[in-house]
Every structure is written in C-alpha cells, then in structure tokens.
C-alpha cells in the first residue's frame, strides 16, 4: 500500500480545498447554520464544472483525498447524500435520473431512518403499496427541502426493501425541519400515500453495499475535520501565554497533543488501507466499519480536548473550534454510528 499521493491526487486536493476557500469558507458555514436548503449554490455550481459530482471517475482514493479536503472545510454540500449514496443506488438501478445527479442538474437525497427503527434492515417499515403509494415516517433526511427527490427505502407488499423516488413537494408528503448539534440541514419527513417512482433495485444489500463505500468517506472526512482542529489547536497553545510560557510548554498540553497527532495520523493510515483495499478489489466488510469508527472516535475525542486547550473561549461562537466540535459529533452519530459500527465489525471478527 502506498500512502503517498500521486500528482494527480494532489492537483485535486489543492483544487477542492481552493473551492472550499472561495465559496465555503467558515464564514459560510456560520450563515448556513440551521437554513432551510443548507448549502451554497456557487459551490455545487463549481464542484459540478470540476467533475466532482460523478464519483463513478475517482477511484476510491481520490475520493477519499477529495473527503479530506471538504471535512477540513467542514463544507456543507449535498455531495454525500446525492452524488455517493444515490447515486450509488441508482448506479445499482440503472436509473435515468443518474445523468441528471452526476451534471448537478439534480439533487437526490435518502430517506430511510426512521424513529427509533435502528440502523439495521429491520428498522425500515414505511410501506409502499400496489399503487406504488408510500405510508410512513423518516427522520434525519439531509437537505430534503433541496432536493429535487428523495430516495425513499420502503417495504413492499412482499416485504421485501423496495427503493423508490419521491418528489418532495408532492401531495402527501410533509417536510419538518430538525435542530442537530451540529445545526446543519435535516428534516423529518412524513409521507401519507404519497406517490412515488420505482427503481429497478431490491433488497437491503444494494443499500448495505453502497453504505460501506459511503463509509470510508465518511472517514476521510472525520480526518480531515480532526487534522485541521489539531492545527488551529496546536497554533493556539504556541500563541496563548499562561505565566509567561506557552500553553505547550506545560507537560500536560504537550501530551494531549502528542496523542492527538498519533491518533490522527492513525486514523489517516485506516482510512487509506480501506480505500486501498476497496480499489483492489478486497473486501472492506470490516476495514471500512473500522474507518469510520476510530475516525469519528478520534475526531469528537480530539476536538474535546481542543475544547479544554482553548478553555473559556473555545465554547463560544466567535472561535471555530466549537464548529468542529459539534460536527464531530454530529458524523459519529449519523449513517451508522458506534455501536452498529461495532456490530459489522464484531460479525465479521468471529464470524
């Protein structure tokens, strides 16, 4: 496995994290908190011209150096949610729609958890009838009101996983705004016989196949967030003065500094081997679980303890690593959190 990257790949890194300083910069990020759409226009413009929204020309590598970069922004984008996980389903699908999600032309977003269902196959129970016709309620549907359809998980009438698309603004479906700690853009949505368009895929291991790819993103971006909150934190203990000296200059700054860059860069390798491993043609049934725990592990835990590095101040609005810090928590929680994590993991170790 070689970790370093190739020119092409740092062409890309450098092109992503220019877009994200010219149209998402942090002060983006503060004015899309808790907004209806949630992310800016000029930046999914920009990612489509770039040939970012087909993830079907990157290897999973260049995908996960491009995740990198839009964690360290902490970019809001429906990227994840129509250009990976859609699209991954319509890929599956055959759908005509993916042309129009890979040009941006398009948003799709997932609608499948559901309250207090779980993340495993057996949470999902909105029903879809012989009419095609979607009863039930989903919750945590990033960027629902953007979106031009929702990708609906649904149980038809043989009771197996159907997949189906749902315009939004469609009679019979209501949309309800969400506050999360990281206040970012998710809805709750409910559906009353709302009608719907089917997709030539079935069962739960077309969303299962596509979710361990969706993972290893996830990861890399839960790096990227960690690398650049231990940056900003590292600046702050060599600038802060307490006794005349250097917040790192106290033994106890020191080591929780020394063991945020050992975790981070081992979370980094992680990532890497699971990318690796994926574009090899191996099986990431446990490397790619493994990715996003101990990446979105290493990423709340350290923008924790930035929180006590920074003291007082780190909590309040004016520093940037409160945004970190509830992002973090945000991702470890959210598309298949620790202990379903642990689950995939555990299955596969004594299985």
């Excluded at 929204?53 to 150096?65: G, Q």
């Excluded at 779980?118 to 029903?127: D, L, M, S, Y």
């Excluded at 291991?205 to 790819?213: A, G, L």
Aim: proline share 3%; net charge negative.
């Amino acid at each position: 496995m070689d970790l370093e990257l190739t020119e092409e790949q740092q062409l890309l890194r450098d092109t992503v994290r220019g877009l994200c300083t010219r149209h998402a910069g942090l002060d983006v990020v503060r004015q899309l908190e808790n907004d209806e759409l949630g992310y800016p226009e000029k930046f999914w413009l920009q990612l489509g011209e770039a040939g970012l929204l087909d993830t079907s020309e990157l290897s999973t590598m260049d995908a996960v150096v491009m995740y990198q970069e839009l964690g360290r922004a902490l970019a809001p984008s429906p990227h994840f949610v129509s250009a990976v996980m859609s699209a991954g389903v319509l890929r599956q699908a055959g759908s005509d729609w993916l042309p129009r999600v890979t040009s941006g032309e398009a948003i799709i977003t997932p609608a499948w958890l559901e309250p207090e269902g779980g993340f495993g196959e057996a949470g999902v129970q909105t029903r879809l009838d012989g009419n095609g016709r979607v009863t039930g309620t989903k919750r945590h549907v990033q960027f629902a009101k953007a979106a031009d359809r929702l990708l609906v998980l649904a149980r038809g009438q043989g009771g197996d996983i159907s997949y189906v698309l749902v315009d939004p603004n469609a009679s019979g479906v209501t949309l309800t705004q969400q506050q999360t700690i990281a206040s970012d853009t998710q809805f709750r949505v409910d559906f009353d016989g709302a009608a719907s368009e089917p997709l030539a895929a079935a069962g739960w291991q077309v969303w299962d196949e596509v979710m361990h790819d969706g993972i290893i993103l996830l990861a890399a971006q839960a790096v990227g967030g960690a690398r650049y909150a231990l940056e900003i934190t590292v600046q702050y203990a060599k600038d802060r003065k307490q006794f005349d000296k250097p917040l790192g200059a106290f033994q106890a700054i020191a080591h929780y500094l020394s063991d945020a860059v050992t975790t981070v860069d081992g979370a980094e390798t992680l990532v890497y081997e699971a990318a690796w491993a994926r574009d090899s043609g191996k099986s990431t049934a446990r490397l790619a679980p493994m990715a996003k725990l101990f990446a979105c592990q290493t990423f709340r835990d350290l923008t924790a303890m930035a929180q006590q590095v920074f003291g007082g101040v780190g909590f309040t609005v004016e520093y940037d690593i409160q945004l970190y810090f509830r992002r973090a928590k945000q991702l470890q929680i959210s598309w298949w959190n620790d202990r379903y994590l642990e689950e995939l993991i555990a299955a596969d170790v004594l299985d």
